[in-house]
């Protein structure tokens, strides 16, 4: 069946750095555009970027655009993503989803993991 | 920017009633790229709705979804005690790429 599970979370001073992963399986990771997705606690949902099945493309929310890298390793079935400049509003639940490419729902998601941002 | 606005943002239900939550988008959304997800506590989202009215493998036939151009409709027939839970719409495809509805909780009354 279908897993994703992401690693990597933890706590950060504003301004510091965290790399997350994701590990993938039960599917074909190289077929699959990937996104992550974030949620603030107690808040809504927040997506935060996407790359495509060959890392060809990526998009990136406004909020995290220039400070944040998504990237992928189809030989590991793995996806990151490098968290550069941290702030406090980026503390969060971090969700690696799965995507359908042609029309963009998310199918699948892992279990989650928690960055917090604070000195 | 596409915002997505659902409504109502709290519904107290009893089990074996209806429930219709709503979310309407500020610019018309391609059918095909409106999805609902359920979340309960602690939970990651579950995907239940896609291309606003196909329901996802594994759901039950209680979930529907309707709805078209900058208004859309989850309704669940008769609510179970596991339903409870909060609700999210999503589209995909505006600016920015995926927008989330704030969502709607669905509480037992």
């Known amino acids: 069946q279908v897993q994703l599970v992401e690693s990597g979370g933890g706590l950060v001073k504003p301004g510091g750095s965290l790399r997350l992963s994701c590990a993938a399986s039960?599917?074909?990771?190289?077929?699959?555009?990937m996104t992550w997705i974030r949620q603030a606690p107690g808040k809504g949902l927040e997506w935060i970027s996407y790359?495509?099945?060959?890392?060809?493309?990526?998009n990136y929310a406004d909020s995290v655009r220039g400070r944040f890298s998504v990237s992928r390793d189809n030989a590991k079935n793995s996806l990151y993503l490098q968290m550069n400049s941290l702030r406090a509003e980026d503390a969060a639940v971090y969700y690696c989803?799965?995507?359908?490419?042609?029309?963009?729902?998310?199918?699948?998601w892992g279990q989650g993991t928690l960055v917090t941002v604070s000195s | 920017e596409i915002v997505l606005t659902q409504s109502p943002g709290t519904l107290s239900l009893s089990p074996g009633e209806r429930a219709t939550l709503s979310c309407r988008a500020s610019?018309?959304?391609?059918?095909?790229?409106l999805a609902w997800y359920q979340q309960k506590p602690g939970q990651a989202p579950r995907l239940l709705i896609y291309?606003?009215?196909s329901r996802a493998t594994g759901i039950p036939d209680r979930f529907s979804g309707s709805g078209s151009g900058t208004d859309f409709t989850l309704t669940i027939s008769r609510l179970e005690p596991e339903d409870f839970a909060v609700y999210y719409c999503q589209q995909y495809g505006g600016s920015p790429q995926y927008t989330f509805g704030q969502g709607t909780k669905l509480e037992i009354k």
């Open positions: 989803a799965r995507r359908i490419t042609a029309t963009g729902q998310i199918d699948y």
């Open positions: 790359i495509s099945s060959s890392s060809s493309y990526t």
């Open positions: 039960g599917f074909t990771f190289s077929d699959y555009y």
């Open positions: 291309g606003a009215s």
């Open positions: 610019q018309s959304v391609t059918s095909s790229y």
